[in-house]
């Protein structure tokens, strides 16, 4: 049977969580599935982790350490599904997802691109510690159009969603320079050439932790890149439809750029601070 789900998960340094996301593939009530695992340059014993698993679908590549996008692109290029799906290594799908997520694409041949509801959980860490931790439970509303997504009405990203393999053969990819929000301008370059082949799926179907001030992306963000990345993905993507009366540009890029300033002179708690 040729596969139908490919699940890409770039990990970095995660062996102690990474058996969580790997056991959430395992308990999946749809079996044909892969899951690629993209060492990103790890240092610590994430090869021998995973391969405790013994289990031919769970897939582990070494890359040199070259940032997610790279390790995501790489995932694309061994992607053997049909439909690829995206799970970070300090992340779990719930059981029902691929079979939830296969009921909608039989439902609707012509979808492209699909996003189901999440549980998300913000988590603030200090020397290493867990000192608060917020469940996020309003964050998914009830419908969610493309050009919701494009106006940035719900901070998604890449964790539990799904698109068909055909954007590989497309030349769609993460773009490194649009990092840290490479999960959104993939989101737009896939909506800008499928316009009407977008599925939000209203099922709660994974869990995504963010972790602030720990070893997640988020605590290395800063506020100046931030203004320079939503400048980029605007110029990059003004000419699209999706943007057509867009309201996040250029107030978002006056907003870090305040914020950096700010921060600069001392008088600004971390990114953080600002968003747990």
């Given at each position: ?27 999946q ?33 070494y ?77 998914f ?82 506020f100046?890149?931030?203004a ?49």
């Open positions: 049977m040729d596969t139908l789900f490919s699940i890409i998960t770039p990990t970095y340094n995660r062996a102690y969580i990474l058996p969580k996301a790997i056991e959430s593939l395992l308990a009530t749809y079996k044909n599935w892969e899951m690629i695992i993209i060492d990103d340059g790890s240092t610590d014993n994430t090869k021998e982790v995973v391969g405790r698993f013994n289990d031919p679908r769970i897939k582990y590549f890359q040199n350490n070259q940032k997610q996008c790279a390790a995501r692109n790489k995932g694309l290029e061994l992607a053997q599904g049909q439909w690829v799906c995206y799970l970070d290594s300090d992340n779990e799908l719930f059981p029902n997802y691929l079979e939830t997520m296969l009921a909608e694409i039989q439902a609707d041949p012509n979808v492209v691109l699909l996003l189901p509801k999440g549980r998300h959980t913000k988590e603030l860490y200090e020397n290493g510690k867990l000192i608060k931790s917020v469940d996020d439970a309003e964050n509303p009830e419908t969610l159009t493309l050009k919701d997504l494009a106006d940035r009405k719900l901070h998604a990203d890449m964790n539990g969603s799904m698109h068909h393999r055909k954007i590989i053969s497309d030349g769609i990819r993460f773009d490194q320079a649009a990092s840290p929000l490479e999960d959104w301008d993939l989101f737009l370059s896939i909506g800008q050439k499928y316009p009407d082949n977008f599925v939000y799926v209203t099922k709660e179907l994974y869990h995504y932790v963010q972790r602030h001030g720990g070893d997640g992306l988020v605590a290395n963000t800063g100046r890149n931030l320079k990345t939503y400048e980029y993905i605007f110029n990059k993507h003004k000419a699209s439809s999706l943007l057509q009366g867009q309201t996040w540009y250029p107030r978002k890029v006056e907003e870090y750029n305040r914020l950096a300033e700010e921060s600069e002179n001392g008088s600004s708690v971390g990114l953080h601070e600002k968003t747990i």
